[in-house]
């Protein structure tokens, strides 16, 4: 056995590709394929490469806390590991476990988000240039995620209505977000710009663009139409982890964030800027305006509005607004 794979009988698939095909079976991302095979193949060789199916509950939890005890892992690196491990399970070995009582669990941080304030943010986009300028632009206007953000689509794009359409957000919703005025004419251009590259890799007979959740089955024509591809497509092609066809992907996502972290530097902002800041800034800068939280969860795409309601801490900086004594002397 090699890298954690076992075989799990002679006319059997080995273990992680029954993972791999169960996965995709439920149309699950190409990241989350990456995260669970990686935990599980860690789990098995945690435990001497033991089959799952010869451990339970207390092989679980002995691996769940040697990772919050001795690695210091965050809870969240933690429950990905729960995860990945119960879906094993569940999923692919149809073997129900009893509760996981005996996890000692990492520690959640509570942290509040970075924001920007409205001078920084401008100062942070215009220190950017090009198409990683119209990037951060469209993240702070709309309030978007950066992979939301990355995997774009042409269709999802509503310039009658000034809305962008969120497909398979986190939590695999849709939702309807903003899309700023300013934005459209720029974004109309670099589309023209985008419309070349297609129709370029359509004389070359390029393979289609990916397309999730069997769509390409029912839709065979689908991914060599304008309306599906990326809204920004990376500029060389790619080898498709899945199907291994050459074809263009949409752009790396840390080609952006390391273009947000340069202009950071460059515009001399000293808290820690990253894509995601903008994403904070949007919610925070609506609240300062007056929204109401309601629609500000709707945009952002939160479950639960307590999620949503961080920003009213970020706004009450400096003693929950109160205003300190020392200033009435």
């Known amino acids: 056995m090699q890298n954690g794979a076992v075989h799990t009988g002679q006319n059997k698939p080995r273990l ?4 791999r095909n169960r996965i995709r079976a439920k149309h699950y991302s190409i990241r989350t394929e990456e995260a669970y095979t990686n935990w599980i193949k860690k789990f098995i060789l945690f435990h001497n490469k033991r089959h799952p199916s010869q451990m339970g509950a207390f092989e679980i939890e002995t691996f769940l806390t040697f990772l919050a005890v001795k690695r210091k892992c965050s809870a969240s690196t933690q429950n990905q590991a729960l995860c990945s491990i119960l879906f094993l399970y569940k999923d692919v070995l149809k073997i129900d476990l009893p509760k996981l009582d005996n996890i000692t669990r990492a520690k959640t941080p509570t942290r509040l988000p970075i924001v920007l304030n409205k001078p920084e943010t401008q100062i942070l986009l215009s220190s950017m240039r090009g198409i990683h300028q119209l990037m951060a632009r469209l993240l702070y206007g709309s309030g978007m995620r950066l992979m939301e953000l990355i995997r774009l689509r042409v269709l999802d794009i509503d310039f009658g209505l000034n809305e962008i359409t969120v497909r398979s957000g986190k939590g695999n919703k849709d939702r309807v977000t903003i899309l700023p005025e300013s934005l459209c004419a720029p974004l109309q251009d670099h589309l023209l710009y985008v419309k070349t590259i297609f ?14 959740n069997a769509l390409n089955r029912k839709y065979p024509n689908a991914s060599t139409e304008w309306r599906w591809q990326y809204v920004f497509p ?3 092609l790619s080898k498709d982890p899945r199907s291994k066809f050459i074809r263009r992907h949409h752009i790396d996502e840390k080609t952006l964030q390391r273009a947000v972290k340069k202009a950071a530097d460059q515009a001399n902002i000293t808290k820690k800027v990253s894509p995601h800041t903008l994403r904070h800034s949007f919610a925070t800068h609506l609240m300062e305006n007056g929204y109401d939280i309601r629609t500000i969860q709707e945009l952002l795409g939160h479950k639960d509005i307590s999620t949503t309601q961080i920003y009213t801490h970020v706004l009450n900086r ?9 200033e009435a002397l």
């Open 16 to 19: 992680l590709t029954q993972v």
């Open 318 to 326: 400096g003693g929950r607004g109160v205003l300190s004594p020392l």
């Open 234 to 236: 990376s500029n060389r």
């Open 199 to 212: 129709e370029s890799d359509r004389r070359d007979n390029i393979p289609g663009v990916y397309l999730p």
